[in-house]
Nanobody, 114 residues
Framework: QVRLMESGGGWVQPGGSLRLSCSASRSGFSMYAMAWYRQAPGMQREIVAAITIGGDTRYQDAVTGRFTISRDNAENAVYLEMNMLKPEDTAVYYC????????WGPGTQVTVSS
């Protein structure tokens, strides 16, 4: 079973930026579409951004223009660049395979507050 590990979260003031990283425990990452998800306190997990094998991207309306998903297949990694962060972006962020999610990793906490 592949293991996913997210990192890069932290506390940031509104308007700030963070870059999240996701790595997998085994190779073959490049063969799958990937996505970033987030779960705010008391809310259901929701998809934030997705990237296909070929690099096409899609975003949730609330983050369009502020977040950028990318992948480095050679490094077996997926990234989420988050700019102009808002308090409502506060959540635990997770990565997973888009079409067939596996066991969720620990996620990385993002807190946006002044």
């Amino acid at each position: 079973q592949v293991r996913l590990m997210e990192s890069g979260g932290g506390w940031v003031q509104p308007g700030g930026s963070l870059r999240l990283s996701c790595s997998a425990s085994r190779s073959g990452f490049s063969m799958y579409a990937m996505a970033w998800y987030r779960q705010a306190p008391g809310m259901q997990r929701e998809i934030v951004a997705a990237i296909t094998i070929g690099g096409d991207t899609r975003y949730q309306d609330a983050v369009t223009g502020r977040f950028t998903i990318s992948r480095d297949n050679a490094e077996n990694a997926v990234y989420l660049e988050m700019n102009m962060l808002k308090p409502e972006d506060t959540a635990v962020y997770y990565c997973n395979f888009l079409d067939s999610p596996v066991e969720w990793g620990p996620g990385t906490q993002v807190t946006v507050s002044s």
